[in-house]
Nanobody, 126 residues
Framework: QVDLVESGGGSVQAGGSLRLSCAAS????????MGWFRQAPGKEREGVAS????????YYADSVKGRVTISRDNAENTLYLQMNNLKPEDTAMYYC???????????????????WGQGTQVTVSS
C-alpha cells in the first residue's frame, strides 16, 4: 500500500512555476506534520517546507523562502507545494513526507518523518 503519492513535477525553464501535489492515505495524513524534501544528485536530502495540520507558521528553507508556498487540504488529505520563479538549482527529486507533530517544531530533518512518497522529478533549465 502506497501511503503518499506525489505528482506535478516536470521540466520548466528558469522563472517558471510548478505545483506539486501529494495525495495521502487517511492514516498517513493523520500524522500532524507534513513536509516537502528534495534531493539532487550527489547531495543530501534537504527539507524544503513543512507545516502542521493544526496551523502555525510553516517552515521554509532559506533557499526557497519567498518563492515557495506550502499548503494542505485536510478535507482531501492532500499536501501542496507551489513553486514560483524556479531556478536551475531547484532541480531535484522532490519527496512528500509525513511525521508526528513535533517534527514541525524544528526545521524538517528526514529522520523526523516516518512516511515517504516515491518522489517527483523537478528539472529547471537555464
Amino acid at each position: 500500500q502506497v501511503d503518499l503519492v506525489e505528482s506535478g513535477g516536470g521540466s520548466v525553464q528558469a522563472g517558471g512555476s510548478l505545483r506539486l501535489s501529494c495525495a495521502a492515505s487517511t492514516v498517513t495524513y493523520s500524522r500532524n506534520c507534513m513536509g516537502w524534501f528534495r534531493q539532487a544528485p550527489g547531495k543530501e536530502r534537504e527539507g524544503v517546507a513543512s507545516m502542521h495540520a493544526f496551523g502555525g507558521r510553516p517552515y521554509y528553507a532559506d533557499s526557497v523562502k519567498g518563492r515557495v508556498t506550502i499548503s494542505r487540504d485536510n478535507a482531501e488529505n492532500t499536501l501542496y507545494l507551489q513553486m514560483n520563479n524556479l531556478k536551475p538549482e531547484d532541480t531535484a527529486m522532490y519527496y512528500c513526507a509525513a511525521g508526528s507533530g513535533p517534527s514541525c517544531w524544528f526545521p524538517p530533518l528526514p529522520s523526523g518523518f516516518a512516511s515517504w512518497g516515491q518522489g517527483t522529478q523537478v528539472t529547471v533549465s537555464s
